[in-house]
């Protein structure tokens, strides 16, 4: 590279002379390899080359093959080289064949290895990173080496995790460790996949368990294109290891020593979870760790979307990255290129919804390929016609002839419906029913439409949207919104927050007394009106908990649920009951205070809905579709990532 450069230096003064010489085909002599172009097209496999001797030269070339998109089973785990993460965060970059040993540089253009010109031994290094594991959190109050380690892995910026979560690039020297975690924000100095840097550490963080450098000097990279990704057991070795047989990952003590090391490892995942602000995490069951597995699989929850994870799916990494949360080890990746999903269970047909009197919405447990449906592939009984089907996602929407208002009927796939994967439906779970839509009843009809109850972090935006799906005005004087909590410990099970709808405003402050058809009430906390954008014309309800705080109002425990209560008549107007699992089940029955003293009454309508608020992904209860009331709140509700208070739901 220093010859090349060297050369470069001195060809603008002899331009003239070189491109003359290079025009009329002089000989072999070259200053670089377009000056080759005259020697003709190269044999597939070998390019023309301009060497040390100024002479050209046929090489062997190596390219590999474009990022695998998570759907090639038989992805390489272990012959990959270093990967310009700088710029795409983990996809593998071309390399020299054959491969350089760890220490040394390929020159992507020349096809050749250079050592590279750090004189720290690999040992010494992973001594110093050694020492910066070891020290304190703070200031360092000696500045900490950490000379000839290798960048083996870029962590993003990911949407939605700023508050919570650190972006930067991982340092090791030794496939069996130690690695460290160095912050973006550390140094303006840009590193990629295969550099290896020198740095001094001078201050040190802890985040939930993991060693970070929060600010280095002197962040040199000294060479480039090392092949880190490599196999430790491959020729040459690399840095990453196969993680498959570890059976250890429940001792805190092995997540400390696979702590930001680069691994290789394949398993079936099970159920998964929030794992941080915009994080979703897997249990991991592999060859050394049965279920249920310690060791986790953690992505950003919308590369989880983009690639349907879900239980059951067998996947490989090839190329991760150890995080941690605590004593938790979470093999982390970015992209779909970084994740190969070999298999995942056939679709279940999970429910079916109607939307209209002619058009009925089937969800299912994965995404559905839109080109394998067809309207013929479905049936209703009671027989209807069905017209039309189409795949978005994981729903189906079929267009049905006249469907009659509030008869049951069961929706039953046919055909050969798949996924993406080109899995036919489950067998045993093909079936779904649903009741037609009843009509809006002639006069006023309060219902509970949405409740946003468990936010995702703090609990600061709940709220109850009410809504009349009636043809008239309803009065509003005589009504109560009430909370009920299942875990209630009080004997006479009481409400645990009553608040009257004689008190609901307009957007100007204005009391409000009735509710037109059609109208939207939305019951929160006060700051909540200053930030949310309400549609014109909702009416607003300020509520606040029983310490008279303006959050964690709403209870999200097993078996809550929210109801509107004809206070002058001692009855239930509407309510629904949610989370209702536990065993046994928490009663729906309570004593509510009203006018005409205390009565029990039943918060469950119909079946308790099994829909739920999520504190990890954006949503709420809604009913679907808006002000559908079969009096049934597992027919009516659904959980829906769009909230809506103040306008219809979808």
Request: proline share 6%; hydrophobic share 35%; with cysteine.
């Given at each position: ?55 050209c030269e046929l090489q062997n070339i190596s390219v590999e093959p474009g990022p695998d998109a998570g759907t090639d089973a038989g992805t390489d785990a272990g012959t990959d080289a270093g990967t310009d993460a700088g710029t795409d965060g983990g996809t593998t970059p071309q390399t020299c064949n054959p491969a350089c040993a760890l220490t040394e540089s ?37 500045p900490q080496p950490v000379s000839g380690a290798f960048v083996t892995f870029i962590k993003p910026a990911v949407t939605g995790s700023a508050a919570t979560e650190a972006d930067g690039f991982f340092l090791q020297a030794e496939a069996n460790g130690p690695a460290m975690f160095v912050r973006t924000s550390a140094s303006t100095t840009q590193v990629a ?458």
């Amino acid at each position: 590279m220093l010859k090349q450069s060297l050369k470069r230096s001195w060809l603008p003064a002899l331009v003239a002379t070189v491109f003359v010489t290079v025009g009329t085909g002089c000989g072999d002599e070259c200053v670089d390899r377009y000056d080759c172009r005259d020697k003709g097209t190269a044999p597939e496999g070998q390019q023309w080359t301009c060497n040390a001797d100024n002479k050209c030269e046929l090489q062997n070339i190596s390219v590999e093959p474009g990022p695998d998109a998570g759907t090639d089973a038989g992805t390489d785990a272990g012959t990959d080289a270093g990967t310009d993460a700088g710029t795409d965060g983990g996809t593998t970059p071309q390399t020299c064949n054959p491969a350089c040993a760890l220490t040394e540089s390929c020159n992507i253009e020349t096809n050749t290895c250079t050592p590279s010109s750090v004189t720290t031994p690999p040992a010494d290094t992973s001594a110093q990173i050694a020492a910066f594991v070891a020290a304190p959190a703070g200031a360092l109050a000696t500045p900490q080496p950490v000379s000839g380690a290798f960048v083996t892995f870029i962590k993003p910026a990911v949407t939605g995790s700023a508050a919570t979560e650190a972006d930067g690039f991982f340092l090791q020297a030794e496939a069996n460790g130690p690695a460290m975690f160095v912050r973006t924000s550390a140094s303006t100095t840009q590193v990629a996949v295969g550099d290896r840097v020198t740095m001094n550490v001078t201050e040190k963080e802890i985040i939930s368990g993991l060693n970070v450098a929060k600010t280095v000097t002197d962040l040199t990279v000294v060479s480039k294109n090392h092949g880190v990704w490599n196999l430790s057991t491959a020729t040459p070795a690399g840095l990453k290891v196969d993680a498959n047989a570890v059976s250890t990952f429940e001792d805190a003590g092995t997540t400390s020593a696979y702590e930001s090391r680069i691994v290789t490892v394949s398993g079936k995942l099970e159920a998964g979870a929030g794992s941080g602000a915009a994080f979703t995490a897997f249990p991991l069951i592999t060859t050394g760790e049965p279920s249920p597995s310690p060791l986790r699989l953690r992505v950003p929850s919308t590369l989880s979307t983009d690639l349907d994870l879900v239980s059951g799916c067998d996947v490989t990494v090839p190329t991760g990255v150890v995080w941690r949360f605590t004593a938790q080890p979470q093999v982390s990746v970015f992209a779909p290129e970084q994740l190969t999903i070999t298999s995942c269970p056939a679709p279940k047909l999970t429910e079916a919804r109607a939307l209209s009197s002619t058009e009925v919405r089937l969800t299912f447990d994965r995404k559905i390929n839109a080109a394998s449906v067809q309207a013929a592939d479905f049936g209703i009984t009671p027989t209807v016609a069905v017209s039309a089907a189409t795949a978005t996602g994981n729903q189906v929407a079929l267009t049905t002839a006249e469907l009659t208002g509030g008869t049951q009927y069961t929706v039953t796939v046919n055909g050969e419906v798949t996924d993406n994967a080109g899995k036919a439906v489950d067998a045993a779970a093909k079936t779904a029913t649903f009741t037609g839509l009843t009509p809006p009843p002639t006069g006023p009809s309060l219902v509970i439409n949405e409740i946003d109850y468990d936010n995702v972090s703090t609990d600061n935006a709940e709220f109850v949207e009410i809504y009349n799906r009636g043809t008239e005005a309803a009065d509003l004087t005589n009504v109560k919104l009430v909370f009920v909590n299942g875990e209630e410990k009080d004997a006479a099970r009481p409400a645990y927050l009553s608040f009257d709808l004689k008190n609901t405003k307009d957007a100007a402050g204005n009391v409000v007394t009735s509710l037109p058809a059609g109208g939207y009430i939305v019951a929160a906390a006060e700051p909540y009106f200053t930030t949310a954008n309400l549609p014109a014309g909702t009416l607003r309800l300020v509520i606040k908990s029983a310490s008279n705080a303006n959050t964690d109002i709403i209870q999200n425990g097993t078996g809550d649920g929210v109801g509107l209560v004809d206070d002058a008549a001692g009855t239930l107007l509407d309510s629904v009951f949610y989370e209702a699992g536990g065993s046994p089940a928490p009663s729906s029955t309570f004593n509510i205070s009203t006018a005409v003293g205390t009565k029990a009454l039943n918060f469950e309508e119909g079946a308790r809905t099994t829909a739920a608020d999520s504190n990890t992904a954006a949503g709420s209860l809604q009913r679907s579709p808006n002000g559908n009331d079969t009096n049934n709140n597992n027919a009516d509700f659904a959980f829906v990532t769009t909230v809506t208070p103040g306008g219809p739901t979808p």
